[in-house]
């Protein structure tokens, strides 16, 4: 496998690091290896030395309140924030893919060329599109697609770089809730037959129990609980054996439910009516 690795200053500029057989044996071990890595934004820490090994080809989901940093780490991960102040070590492979909330299809590209953009094989981008279900929707314009649609052709996108790491920035966040379902569904099959790592940033509970097989809580600037679902694949939000890990994430994004199923976060009285994900 590939990798970049990088020793941040704290100017935020990047110097090749960790060459020579002590790297190439963490590089097997881990997709991606971060170590005490900062990004501040006006001075204020926004990562405060965070340390984090994904294996390759794990399914990892990132939890966190809006503002706790996810979407910054996730960004870091990417190689996307290079103007932002920080430091640490940090190694990603190569081929990286990044799906996130809206589908950024070009609205003067026709599908198929959106999902082949920067890259060659006009055979693979249409069996990318197959594979997610959109088969026959090659010339379609994206102003065509429904929301469900356009993000499975983001996920073809990033499918036709066949990335060893795919970075997902709350991609079902503009979903209703049955095209949710069915689009976990989809990133689960994609992944179990791809076997790419994941990190997936997300606000739902659910959604990170029901897809991961490990999910992290950001609070403070660093990860606050690591916890592995310890349970086989398909998962329905239905199982009770999921309860245990739900509560002790509510948990450690400071959320609270009474036994009828009420949410509260500190400071606002519980409501039947608001989801967990609402007070993330």
Known sequence: MATHTEQLTAAGAATATGTGSAATATVERSAVRLRGLTRSFEGRAVLDGVDLDIPAGQFVALLGHSGSGKSTLLRAVAGL???????????????????????????????????????????????????????????????????????RAALARSLVREPELLLADEPFGALDALTRIRMHALLRELWERHRPSVLLVTHDVDEAIVLADRVLVLEHGRI????????????????????????????????????????????RAPSPAVTAADHQ
């Open 81 to 151: 924030d290079h103007e932002v102040a920080g430091s640490g070590e940090l190694t990603a492979p190569q081929r990286v893919s990044v799906v996130f909330q809206d589908s950024r299809l070009l609205p003067w590209r026709r599908v198929l060329d959106n999902v082949l953009l920067g890259t060659e094989g006009e055979e693979k981008g249409r069996a990318a599109l197959a594979e997610v279900g959109l088969k026959g929707r090659e010339r379609a314009w994206p102003n065509e697609l429904s929301g469900g649609e356009a993000q």
């Open 224 to 267: 606050g609980l690591d916890l592995t679902i310890d349970r086989p694949h398909p998962r329905s939000y239905r199982d009770p054996l999921l309860g245990e890990y739900r509560e002790r994430l509510l948990a450690a994004l400071g959320v609270t439910e009474d036994p009828e199923g009420a949410v509260e976060a500190p400071g």
